[in-house]
């Protein structure tokens, strides 16, 4: 069975500044999907980055992007120039490539200081 | 364009009685799946539904069903609740002719309080 792991249960980060949240997984899988997911005080789940196993390119988007290292089944985000909207829970999950369920780690608390 | 959409927002029931939790997916979404977050956890998956019919089941007992309807609109039932079954349910659409590369759009969830 596939495993998420996030070491990290609660970072803090100046507004401003650079933060990376970290994700191990486990998987005997070759072809599979990784993401993270932002859950705010409103409860709902958004997708943040997703990144496909089979591109050695790292993905990005806009002030989010991701180290992906598949021999070393890591899986790390960092956000750039962080904001106060971007405090919130944020999850990292394992999808296999022909699955259809998502594998949630137990998430990692950003706060945001101004 | 709606969202997903979750009803109730929050509910409270008592240990043994039956709940129904309801679910609408973005419009254009095809298939329903439902998960259970538990106090500082991660979502699990519980099963997920496509054409009506439930397509994977995650580790829940039989006491936890679903259903599918035409409209693809979805709904959970838990019975003989257990105070363990206190839980931020959340149900999530997608697109069915994206393989593997589904992306599921989330509703807010039901947050669900047994006494």
């Known amino acids: 069975a596939q495993t998420v792991t996030q070491s990290q249960p609660e970072m803090s980060v100046q507004e401003a500044e650079t933060v990376t949240l970290s994700c191990t997984y486990d998987?005997?899988?070759?072809?599979?999907?990784l993401f993270w997911y932002k859950q705010p005080p409103s409860r709902q789940m958004i997708l943040v980055i997703r990144?496909?196993?089979?591109?050695?390119q790292n993905a990005t988007e806009n002030r989010f992007s991701v180290n992906f290292q598949k021999a070393a089944k890591s899986f790390s985000l960092k956000i750039s120039d962080s904001q106060l909207g971007d405090a919130a829970m944020y999850f990292c999950?394992?999808?296999?490539?022909?699955?259809?369920?998502?594998?949630f780690g137990a998430g990692t608390i950003l706060r945001v200081k101004s | 364009d709606a969202g997903v959409t979750q009803s109730p927002t929050h509910l409270i029931k008592t240990r043994g009685q039956q709940v129904t939790l309801r679910c609408s997916p973005k419009?254009?979404?095809?298939?329903v799946s439902w998960y259970q977050q538990a106090l500082g956890q991660g979502p699990q998956f519980i099963f997920q539904?496509?054409?009506?019919?439930?397509?994977q089941r995650g580790n829940f007992p039989d006491r936890f069903s679903g259903h599918q309807f035409p409209n693809y609109s979805s709904e959970l039932n838990v019975n003989a609740l257990l105070l363990g079954d206190s839980a931020l349910y959340l149900c999530?659409?997608?697109?069915?002719?994206?393989?593997?590369?589904?992306?599921?759009?989330f509703g807010s969830g039901t947050q669900l309080s047994v006494l």
């Open positions: 999530a659409s997608s697109f069915a002719s994206q393989p593997g590369n589904e992306k599921l759009f």
């Open positions: 998987t005997s899988e070759s072809d599979y999907y």
């Open positions: 990144q496909e196993a089979y591109k050695q």
């Open positions: 999950a394992y999808k296999g490539r022909y699955g259809n369920k998502l594998v």
């Open positions: 419009s254009g979404h095809d298939t």
């Open positions: 539904y496509y054409e009506e019919e439930e397509r």
